[in-house]
């Protein structure tokens, strides 16, 4: 099983959008996904609930915790209040969520894992968890300036808990407005900067994306020209997500 986070430390950069439409995604090419919410907001929970499962995502954080898949090609292990009792718990916990996704790995192909907007010890054990890590950023002053901090803290889980094989797939500008010539500017200056660890892909901003998080639908499900644009648009990125998962899986 491949275990994808995705994860920035502010928010409004879209991650929830993002991590829903690759689970989808997934399951519609016919892969078990495990959906895990970790964010306390619950804003993916309420977007996938009809896929909810039997297992809360505070669950998997304690030992031994064996969680089963639905029918469906989606299951979901949606979030709840006690989450935030979590980063004030003991520090084994952090390790503990990997062990239970080992317990998991041959009844999903793929687990896609929505990380709250702060670096506590629910961040860290989904850091340590992963095996793919995906970050997406939002292209203004205050989130460019951060990215450096992103960078560190990733490869400082990595080294702290011996996950040097964890793969960053890289920084994912979403929200992306190109109108704007700020935006325009900040993500040259990205490319400039910190090419390496860019994301060949943008997730533009397009109306579809609120109504189809209000209509708990993928985008490209929707009719409206504007969704179906942005459809276009995140299945292409999705897929390079999903083909940069396979190729690293097989040491490529």
């Not at 959008?17 to 895990?36: Q, S």
């Not at 977007?47 to 998997?60: E, F, I, K, M």
């Not at 989450?83 to 790995?105: K, M, P, V, Y």
């Not at 995140?234 to 999903?242: C, M, Q, T």
């Amino acid at each position: 099983m491949k275990t994808i986070v995705i994860n920035n430390q502010k928010g409004g950069v879209g991650k929830t959008t993002l991590a829903v439409h690759l689970a989808w995604f997934m399951a519609e090419a016919n892969l078990r996904v495990l959906m895990i919410d970790v964010d306390a907001q619950s804003n993916a929970s309420d977007t996938l609930r009809h896929y909810a499962g039997s297992t809360l995502a505070a669950d998997l954080f304690k030992p031994g915790i064996r969680i089963a898949p639905r029918e469906e090609g989606l299951t979901l292990a949606p979030a709840d209040s006690s989450l935030t009792d979590l980063d004030r718990s003991n520090a084994a916990a952090i390790t503990t969520l990997q062990e239970n996704l080992a317990l998991a790995s041959d009844q999903f192909d793929a687990c896609v894992i929505d990380t709250p907007p702060s670096l506590g010890l629910r961040s860290v054990g989904c850091l340590v968890a992963a095996s793919h890590v995906l970050a997406p950023i939002y292209l203004e002053d205050y989130s460019i300036k951060g990215v450096k901090g992103l960078m560190q803290t990733v490869i400082g889980v990595q080294r702290r808990y011996g996950r040097q094989d964890t793969k960053f797939l890289g920084l994912l500008p979403s929200n992306f407005n190109t109108k704007s010539p700020r935006q325009r500017t900040h993500l040259e200056q990205l490319l400039r900067e910190a090419g390496k660890y860019v994301f060949p892909g943008q997730i533009v901003a397009r109306d579809g994306y609120a109504e189809a998080v209000a209509e708990r639908l993928p985008v490209w499900k929707l009719k409206r020209r504007s969704a179906q644009e942005a459809g276009r648009e995140i299945r292409d990125v999705l897929g390079k997500i999903v083909a940069q998962m396979n190729e690293t899986a097989h040491g490529a």
